[in-house]
T-cell receptor, first 112, second 112 residues
């Protein structure tokens, strides 16, 4: 099966700085990776995804990096804003799998 | 475009009772997945439905069941409720399952 681990349960950054949230997965056959943001009282919100045939993908102020050699995934948020404060989850699925395995989440706090 | 809609938002039930939760996916999405979120266990996969068929089931007891209707709407049922079933139940929809899953706000179930 798949397991998804997390390096840090909490992260505090100064407003305007860049944030990096990390995730590690166990199954080398994992094919699809997603980052979600969850604010208090809400469901997870899709941020960005990446497939195993890529190692980097960029969105608006966010970048996801995938290192398949060490089975590591990271989310970079540029110029972090107070509105970025939330819990961030990585999720992983295998080829042909219909389920996502989630990490425990990193709570990002932005200091104004 | 309307998002994933879950009803009700909040429920309080007594041990031993049963409960039914409802999920309306994004229009055009045929896959619906259910997840349980608790502080201790995080987000855990319950089951996934596609075209009215359950394709995958997580490691939960048989008290947890679900179904999907021809219009892709889905329900999940929990029978003989236990205190440990108190959680946020999240529904996610996607076109094909596993990928690009978009979540609803969740149903907060409290068992007393």
């Amino acid at each position: 099966g798949e397991s998804v681990g997390l390096h840090l349960p909490t992260l505090s950054v100064q407003e305007g700085d860049n944030s990096i949230i990390n995730c590690a997965y166990s199954n080398s056959a994992s094919d699809y990776f997603i980052w979600y943001k969850q604010e208090s009282g809400k469901g997870p919100q899709f941020i960005i995804d990446i497939r195993s045939n890529m190692d980097k993908r960029q969105g608006q102020r966010v970048t996801v990096l995938l290192n398949k050699t060490v089975k590591h995934l990271s989310l970079q948020i540029a110029a972090t804003q107070p509105g970025d404060s939330a819990v961030y989850f990585c999720a992983v699925s295998g080829a042909g799998s219909y389920q996502l395995t989630f990490g425990k989440g990193t709570k990002l706090s932005v200091i104004p | 475009k309307a998002g994933v809609t879950q009803t009700p938002r909040y429920l309080i039930k007594t041990r031993g009772q049963q409960v039914t939760l409802s999920c309306s996916p994004i229009s055009g999405h045929r896959s619906v997945s259910w997840y349980q979120q608790t502080p201790g266990q995080g987000l855990q996969f319950l089951f996934e439905y596609f075209s009215e068929t359950q394709r995958n089931k997580g490691n939960f007891p048989g008290r947890f069941s679900g179904r999907q209707f021809s219009n892709s709407r889905s329900e999940m049922n929990v029978s003989t409720l236990e205190l440990g079933d108190s959680a946020l139940y999240l529904c996610a929809s996607s076109r094909a399952g596993g990928t690009e899953a978009f979540f609803g706000q969740g149903t907060r179930l409290t068992v007393v």
